[in-house]
């Protein structure tokens, strides 16, 4: 996530359009302190509000737990399981090594 400052979106706006037209999020801040956060306008946004949007990204950036994006979306571990699955997003995301040893362990 991109962090602007009150001043960085009066020199940087075109920055700040081109990073929600990515899809990403974007923290704006005041002397440091979070002021504000950006939210790309998207379908999903539209059908499910901002706070599962947000939850979904900050599941999918590494940001944020399952357990805490669950409720940030105001679903159950289940329910956002689901909605993230059904978005192509992995619930489950090992390190090849990690799995290598996981797998080794549970063979063992």
Known sequence: MQTFSIRDLREHTGELSRTAEQGQLALVTRHGQP???SVPF????LAFGVHVALATHLFQSGSMS???ASKLAR???AEFTEYVSRLGIPVVNY???ELDQELAYLNS
């Open 95 to 97: 390190d090849p090594a």
């Open 66 to 68: 399952l357990g805490k």
């Open 35 to 37: 002021l504000f956060v």
């Open 42 to 45: 998207s379908e999903n946004l």
């Open 75 to 77: 679903m159950s571990i």
